[in-house]
Each structure stands twice: as C-alpha cells, then as structure tokens.
C-alpha cells in the first residue's frame, strides 16, 4: 500500500522529501586545494548523480572538514594518482558544502559515471549510523542548486556509488535513506511524444508561486499510445487554432498517470491568463465535470507536483488554484474541482523552526480529545484547527505535533520528521509526537488509524529519522495527563518498543 501523508494539506508519497535552494559552497581556493594535474569537461547537464560516503570519521566545522577534504584531495592524487580529489562535491557534517571538481570537470568517482554524472560525498562513515539532518538536507540543496543551473538534468536520476562497482559506498545507513528520495515520476519528453517545435518561446523565473490545474473536456485515455494522440491534437488546436505559440499546458496527465511534458518546468505557457509567466498548468486528460478522475492520474498529478517543488521548479509555498478560479470557465470540472478544492487552504507557517538530531529515541502517542473525522476534508479542518489552536491560544510556533492521523487512515504533517515539537515537555527535542485525531478515553481508534500509525512509525526507521532500537511511551507517561485516553493506551502498551517508565529522568 502506497502510504501518503499530507504536506501542505496536498496529499503526497510519504517519502517525497523537499530539497532547498543553492547551498553555501566553499570553493577549492577557500579550502586550500592543490592545482589539477589536468582538466576535461562534462557535457551539461548530466543525467546521473551518485552519492558516496567517505567511510571515515566525520567533521562539523570548517577547520576539520577542509582539513579532511585536503587529505582526501593527497590521497586521491598521491596514492590513486588521479589528476585531483575524485568527487565533484563534499558535504560536511554541519552541511558545509566543498567544492571539488565541481559542476563542470569529469570526475574520479564512479567507474562508467565520471563522465555523464556528478558525485556527492558525505563526509563520515554511515555503515550503521545515518547522517546529520542537516548533511542531508545540505546534499539535497546542492542537487536541487544543479537542476536549477542546469548543470543536472530535470530528469537526473540518483543512485549509490554500491550501484555501480563492488562496495560497501556510501554505508548501509545512508544507502536505505538515500532509496526513498523521490524520484521524480516518469516523464515523456516532447520527442517521445512527437511534439511539434515551437513558434517560440520564453522563459519563466523558477521557481514559480502558483500552480493551475487543468481537464482537457475531452475523451479519457489509458496507453501510451491514446494519450500520445490526444496531446498531439491538443497541440495541433492550440498552435493552428488558436495562434498559440506551441501546446499551451506545462505538462499533461493520461488517465493511466503517464506524465507529457508539453512547456516543462521552465517555460512560460499559455494555459492560464495572468498565471502564464509565474505559473504551471496541470491538465487532466478526460473530461471530469461528472466523472471523477482515476487515482492513478490523480497520484501522477501529485508526484509531479511534488517533482517540481523537489527541482526548485515551484516555490515550496507555492499556491494551488483550479483554472476556473482564474477564468470565467467551468474547467477542470465540477467533481475534479470538489477533489483540489480541499488542497486550497494551505496550513500556516511556523513562525519558528529548529531541527532535531535525527534518528530520535523516542516516540510518543497521544490522542486530540476532540470529535473523530472519517474523510480528508474533515480531517484537514481538524488539523488546520489544532495548528491555529497551538499557535494563537498555546503560543507555540506550530502546531505540536509531529504527524497527526485521521480515523480513516489519512496521514498529515505537522512538524515532520526532523523539526523539534512542542507535543511533550522532555521528549521534543529527542522525539517525534503521533496525535490520533478523535478521543480515546472509552473507544478505541479504528484498525486503520491505529494501522498508519503503526507503519509511520516503521516508514521513520527506514527512513533513518527514528531509531532502530526506540522507545513508545504515552503522553500520560510524561508529563501529569490522561493523554492518550485509557483505551488508546491499553492498546499502545502491547505495542512493539513500548516501555514501561514514567518521566524521563
């Protein structure tokens, strides 16, 4: 079962992470590097990004980490008897980043990749332990920076350096994270399709705040094929039809979740007016006045959504609107409208964020002593709720929780996975707090909620944000409550990893 959890009330793959604008980069004068024996150059951009680790002790100031990376930079030269320090970047343990080849030199890091892909070592040895939040989130910054140069393809794709020889690279902690990143969904390019060239074009300033979405009123598709035709004659009516210069959405979605690119990320279209130059259109193949649209075209929709905002492509709080909303039109249909229009009330911002250092030792379960909620509408409200609830009555900087969940199973972000709480005093800054939404004191939670909880917990380990070997506890067993109510509590204490303290001391 694909598990979704709801990121800015829009419902996402649990595990599509967001990756941040261009990092701080120390360049190789900054840290002292030898000149290159010599010098090629990479085509840009490339295709392929490779992680690694340095398999040695890590560093969390300037000072060490540079003086790590000259010693890489002798050994790689001294003793491999290459031309320079192997990767293209490293990546300290505080998220300092150290120019190495760089975005443009042919690398020494990856047999086979060196001259189509960038390599990315984070410094420390991650066979058992995960990395720093901050490292990785340093790391995903840069490859966002890169596809925003475009010095790494829209369409990269990420792999271990174990991928590609025989290694233990980049240590089997940071190999199981680095397998969840999302890789952006499956996208047929212009040529796949048989796309027309344009008459013109022009260029948006990425990444945009808003995001349009789109039916196309037409016929439903579910191949390749059929829905190849269909955004042809898409494009065929908008150049020859109406004098556009070239298919006018951002990208197109097949009832089969195939992905057409039609302008891509970083064009301006013709799809929504006065949304065309700080905007990208999303259309629906199909007509969904009545019909509702398939999950998989909906989940399509949403991973490239996500995609976008992983590139640097779409503001993080970019701004999600139905065409209608812009036009006077009845698209994208009256029952896909009821399914976005949900997704329009963005929660707030935290008006303050420290991280945690993950993976945590503690989870803690607690129970919102409100009314239960059965569908996502109900739920989001509720959550939205609670976030004004802490923020304005508690005057916390967000809502407490770390995840909250519905009756019906659904999964919503509070703080997430590496931001410090406020869900319990002792525990928020070396634990994660799971709210079930409904009051448990004499009914239990449904099957399913008590199911997603169970498996976020498990997708947290995996995830290396929470330890192997944690601890569950109730509210009630920190601090002087009745939190998580007695019958969510009967069933907690039969759970895996439940320990019987009271206070942590």
């Given at each position: 079962?694909?598990?979704?959890?709801?990121?800015?009330?829009?419902?996402?793959?649990?595990?599509?992470?967001?990756?941040?604008?261009?990092?701080?980069?120390?360049?190789?004068?900054?840290?002292?590097?030898?000149?290159?024996?010599?010098?090629?150059?990479?085509?840009?951009?490339?295709?392929?990004?490779?992680?690694?680790?340095?398999?040695?002790?890590?560093?969390?100031?300037?000072?060490t980490c540079a003086k790590f990376v000259k010693d890489f930079q002798a050994q790689h030269m001294d003793t491999n008897l290459w031309d320079d320090i192997g990767y293209s970047f490293l990546i300290g343990g505080d998220g300092s980043v150290y120019e190495g080849r760089g975005w443009s030199r042919v690398g020494s890091h990856t047999p086979n990749y060196n001259s189509n892909g960038l390599g990315f070592c984070l410094i420390g040895d991650f066979t058992s332990k995960a990395p720093a939040t901050v490292q990785l989130e340093a790391v995903k910054s840069l490859i966002a920076c890169g596809v925003e140069k475009k010095m790494i393809s829209a369409q990269y794709k990420l792999i271990g350096h174990r991928q590609a020889k025989a290694t233990e690279c980049p240590g089997q902690a940071l190999y199981n994270i680095i397998t969840k990143w999302p890789p952006c969904p499956r996208i047929y390019s212009r040529a796949e399709w048989g796309a027309r060239p344009p008459n013109g074009v022009s260029y948006l300033s990425n990444p945009v705040p808003w995001t349009i979405i789109h039916h196309a009123a037409s016929a439903s598709c579910s191949s390749f094929d059929t829905c190849a035709k269909l955004v042809r004659d898409f494009q065929n009516q908008h150049i020859d039809v109406n004098g556009w210069n070239d298919i006018g959405y951002s990208f197109v979605i097949g009832g089969d979740g195939s992905i057409f690119e039609g302008r891509g990320w970083d064009k301006v279209g013709a799809h929504t007016p006065g949304y065309n130059s700080n905007g990208l259109g999303f259309c629906f193949i199909g007509n969904y006045v009545s019909n509702t649209p398939p999950d998989a075209q909906l989940n399509a929709a949403q991973d490239l959504i996500a995609c976008g905002v992983d590139l640097g492509m779409i503001a993080s709080n970019y701004n999600l609107i139905g065409h209608r909303q812009a036009v006077a039109t009845e698209c994208p249909g009256q029952r896909l409208y009821d399914i976005i229009k949900a997704l329009l009330t963005l929660p707030r911002p935290p008006n303050g964020v420290s991280y945690l250092n993950n993976p945590v030792d503690w989870t803690v379960i607690h129970h919102a002593e409100s009314a239960a909620c059965s569908t996502f509408d109900s739920c989001a409200e509720m959550v939205r709720q609670f976030?004004?609830?802490?923020?304005?009555?508690?005057?916390?900087?967000d809502i407490g929780y770390s995840f909250v969940i519905g009756g019906e199973g659904s999964v919503f972000e509070g703080r997430g996975w590496d931001k410090v709480g406020a869900h319990t005093p002792g525990y928020n800054s070396i634990g994660l707090g799971f709210c079930f939404i409904g009051n448990f004191f004499s009914v239990e939670p449904t099957q399913v909620q008590q199911n997603a909880v169970q498996e976020l917990i498990s997708c947290g380990v995996e995830l290396g944000m929470i330890s192997g070997d944690y601890n569950?506890?109730?509210?009630?067993?920190?601090?002087?409550?009745?939190?998580?109510?007695?019958a969510l509590y009967d069933i907690i204490t039969s759970w895996p990893h439940w320990v019987n303290v009271l206070r942590l001391e």
């Amino acid at each position: 079962m694909k598990l979704l959890v709801f990121f800015g009330l829009l419902a996402i793959n649990l595990l599509d992470l967001v990756f941040g604008a261009c990092p701080r980069i120390y360049t190789r004068a900054e840290w002292k590097a030898r000149a290159p024996k010599s010098v090629s150059y990479l085509s840009n951009p490339v295709s392929w990004t490779i992680i690694h680790h340095s398999a040695s002790v890590g560093c969390s100031s300037f000072a060490t980490c540079a003086k790590f990376v000259k010693d890489f930079q002798a050994q790689h030269m001294d003793t491999n008897l290459w031309d320079d320090i192997g990767y293209s970047f490293l990546i300290g343990g505080d998220g300092s980043v150290y120019e190495g080849r760089g975005w443009s030199r042919v690398g020494s890091h990856t047999p086979n990749y060196n001259s189509n892909g960038l390599g990315f070592c984070l410094i420390g040895d991650f066979t058992s332990k995960a990395p720093a939040t901050v490292q990785l989130e340093a790391v995903k910054s840069l490859i966002a920076c890169g596809v925003e140069k475009k010095m790494i393809s829209a369409q990269y794709k990420l792999i271990g350096h174990r991928q590609a020889k025989a290694t233990e690279c980049p240590g089997q902690a940071l190999y199981n994270i680095i397998t969840k990143w999302p890789p952006c969904p499956r996208i047929y390019s212009r040529a796949e399709w048989g796309a027309r060239p344009p008459n013109g074009v022009s260029y948006l300033s990425n990444p945009v705040p808003w995001t349009i979405i789109h039916h196309a009123a037409s016929a439903s598709c579910s191949s390749f094929d059929t829905c190849a035709k269909l955004v042809r004659d898409f494009q065929n009516q908008h150049i020859d039809v109406n004098g556009w210069n070239d298919i006018g959405y951002s990208f197109v979605i097949g009832g089969d979740g195939s992905i057409f690119e039609g302008r891509g990320w970083d064009k301006v279209g013709a799809h929504t007016p006065g949304y065309n130059s700080n905007g990208l259109g999303f259309c629906f193949i199909g007509n969904y006045v009545s019909n509702t649209p398939p999950d998989a075209q909906l989940n399509a929709a949403q991973d490239l959504i996500a995609c976008g905002v992983d590139l640097g492509m779409i503001a993080s709080n970019y701004n999600l609107i139905g065409h209608r909303q812009a036009v006077a039109t009845e698209c994208p249909g009256q029952r896909l409208y009821d399914i976005i229009k949900a997704l329009l009330t963005l929660p707030r911002p935290p008006n303050g964020v420290s991280y945690l250092n993950n993976p945590v030792d503690w989870t803690v379960i607690h129970h919102a002593e409100s009314a239960a909620c059965s569908t996502f509408d109900s739920c989001a409200e509720m959550v939205r709720q609670f976030q004004n609830f802490h923020m304005d009555e508690n005057g916390w900087n967000d809502i407490g929780y770390s995840f909250v969940i519905g009756g019906e199973g659904s999964v919503f972000e509070g703080r997430g996975w590496d931001k410090v709480g406020a869900h319990t005093p002792g525990y928020n800054s070396i634990g994660l707090g799971f709210c079930f939404i409904g009051n448990f004191f004499s009914v239990e939670p449904t099957q399913v909620q008590q199911n997603a909880v169970q498996e976020l917990i498990s997708c947290g380990v995996e995830l290396g944000m929470i330890s192997g070997d944690y601890n569950l506890i109730g509210h009630r067993q920190a601090v002087d409550t009745d939190c998580p109510g007695d019958a969510l509590y009967d069933i907690i204490t039969s759970w895996p990893h439940w320990v019987n303290v009271l206070r942590l001391e």
